[in-house]
């Protein structure tokens, strides 16, 4: 906004107001940021669906002997039906295999739902730095096949 600079009701140095704004930068901003959410924005998800075929896996005739680890969710770690705990997890999981290679011989997880990612992970580092490296994950069935 602006004054009159002389005192009297105009002259030559008389400055009209001017009361428009000029959006033309805000709307130079706003179409770039447009464009760069245009651009990220299907970067961020995943659009990829997959129809994935039912597996009916015949089970082996003499599958080797299983070795199950069960996480509760408190995080308290079982071999098989045998109580551990990570310090002592490599020593009995190297009993329960006996005389079998370990780095070849696949471990059965078995975590609880709720079971904190933390805790799961403490198990599979565990895992790795005793020197087995086969894991599989053991999940419900829900498929409705009948054995």
Known sequence: MAAKLSGSSGGRYEVAQNASINVTPFVDVMLVLLIIFMVA???????????????????????????????????????GDNPSDLDTLGDDLKSAVGARNPSKERIF???DEDL?????????????????????????DKSGLKK
């Open 41 to 79: 924005a299907p970067l961020a998800s995943v659009t990829i669906k997959v129809a994935l075929p039912p597996a009916a896996a015949k089970p082996a005739k003499d599958p080797p002997t299983r070795v199950y680890i069960s996480i509760k969710k408190d995080g308290r770690v079982y071999v």
């Open 109 to 111: 997880i078995r975590g």
């Open 116 to 140: 904190p990612y933390q805790d799961f992970m403490a198990v599979m580092n565990k895992l790795q730095d005793t020197g087995f490296y086969s894991v599989a994950l053991v999940g419900e």
